[in-house]
């Protein structure tokens, strides 16, 4: 059965060649009459183009996303971050992007611990590299940066990067402790209690 990407094989450029082969020899036939075995030389021309037509090449699919390297999204977050960082920024908006900073930073920090979540690579690298430029430019543009909506929305923004950090950061650090423990039992298996005997 075919999938979604394949034609199924009656309408598949091999078949049109082959029967387009036959319907030749059939005609030269008519025409000039081949001989009684017409149909044999009509069937094999119709096998040499099924057989012979190169099959179409596959689509390619198309590369992922880059996932970046840690410390060049440290440069794109430090640099994205910076104006938020003026004097001229409400209060919560300066306090909520530093305590986002280190959060996302610590992740950044463990980044090799992420190699078998590639989702989760991806997703920090589209938040540092796109959305979070995207935010702050977006709340720059605002007349009043001051005004409670804007500051609520950007807050509420940052705000769910940080939560999202945050689960990481204890997803990595409960995974290095099951294994620290696993680790530890394995020793006292081997060793015994480490009770100096």
Do not use: C
């Not at 078949?15 to 020899?25: D, E, P, R």
């Amino acid at each position: 059965m075919p999938t979604s990407d394949q034609q199924p094989f009656w309408t598949s450029r091999p078949n049109i060649v082959g029967i387009t082969l036959a319907l030749i020899v059939v005609v030269l036939h008519l025409v000039v009459g081949i001989g009684s075995l017409w149909f044999v030389a009509a069937i094999g021309a119709w096998g040499a183009g099924v057989m012979l037509t190169p099959k179409p090449k596959p689509r390619e699919l198309p590369a992922p996303e880059m996932i970046e390297d840690p410390g060049v999204l440290s440069t794109r977050l430090h640099n994205a971050l910076v104006p938020l960082r003026r004097d001229d920024v409400p209060h919560p908006i300066r306090a909520k992007a530093e305590s986002m900073a280190g959060a996302l930073g610590w992740v950044l920090g463990r980044w090799v611990e992420l190699d078998e979540a590639t989702e989760q690579k991806m997703q920090y690298t589209t938040i540092i590299r796109d959305f979070l430029p995207g935010l702050i430019s977006g709340y720059r543009e605002v007349g009043n940066p001051f005004d409670p909506r804007a500051v609520d929305e950007v807050w509420k923004s940052l705000d769910l990067i940080e939560t999202e950090a945050t689960k990481t950061r204890t997803a990595i650090v409960d995974r290095n402790l099951m294994e620290l423990e696993s680790h530890t039992r394995a020793l006292k298996l081997q060793f015994g209690q480490f009770d100096g005997g």
